[in-house]
């Protein structure tokens, strides 16, 4: 199983970046997909999520800036991130679970940096 993170980078207060990761080894069409991050000294937290049936959640913050989406076909899911802010700025880790065999995964993660 490898899930991989790729698209972080250093931007701009206002910037913008897009995520990917692209999935192998799981079920990809029947898992939920997501997106988490983890600051500096902080606990990691959830961004966005999106199950197979296409159902979205966001994280507060990511309201109206983050969006998810996947493609089955490619295996990918994707994090564009718009407008970002220097709080954004955390390592960001892809997140596959599958409900049925309740078999959970992790990215190596990709480090997203916003300067003010």
């Known amino acids: 199983v490898q899930l991989q993170a790729s698209g972080g980078g250093l931007v701009q207060a206002g910037g913008s970046l897009r995520l990917s990761c692209v999935a192998s080894?799981?079920?990809?069409?029947?898992?939920?997909m997501a997106w988490y991050r983890q600051a500096p000294g902080k606990q990691r937290e959830l961004v966005a999520r999106?199950?197979?049936?296409?159902?979205?959640d966001y994280a507060e913050f990511g309201k109206g800036r983050f969006t998810v989406s996947r493609d089955n076909a490619k295996n990918t899911v994707y994090l564009q991130m718009n407008s970002l802010k220097p709080e954004d700025t955390a390592i960001y880790y892809c997140?596959?679970?599958?409900?049925?065999?309740?078999?959970?995964?992790w990215g190596q993660g990709t480090q997203v940096t916003v300067s003010s």
């Open positions: 997140n596959s679970y599958d409900t049925y065999y309740f078999q959970e995964y």
């Open positions: 080894g799981i079920r990809f069409s029947r898992s939920r």
């Open positions: 999106m199950d197979r049936g296409g159902s979205k």
